[in-house]
């Protein structure tokens, strides 16, 4: 899997790659049974690939890494949180479009 393509995320990684990692990191909490999930999937590669070096994107599956997602108390999916520096900056629940995406990472470039 190439770096610019979102990378799968379990429990035990989430902390060492986002909460330590630098710079803007977007994490899809999804799951594969979800439909609006698999519709959004292919927007979220398009927005990796198109956006490399800027944000890191990742996937965690929220049926098998629930201490993940009861952290950030993820009730709904898709639910898509942007990361600065570890930190949650910008949450959304429900699929975005790449152009969604892109205006999000934008703002958070700029600000």
Known sequence: M?????????DA???QEVLHGQGLAVVDFWAPWCG??????P???????ANQGKVRVFKLDVDDNPKTAERYEIRSIPTLI?????????ASRGAMT???????????VAG
């Open 2 to 10: 190439s770096e610019h393509t979102p990378i799968s995320l379990n």
């Open 13 to 15: 990684q989430f902390s």
């Open 36 to 41: 609006p999930c698999l519709q959004m999937a």
């Open 43 to 49: 927007a979220l590669v398009a927005f990796a690939e």
């Open 82 to 90: 942007f990361f600065r520096d570890g930190e949650p900056v910008y």
């Open 98 to 108: 790449q152009a969604k995406l892109q205006e999000q990472l934008d703002r958070l």
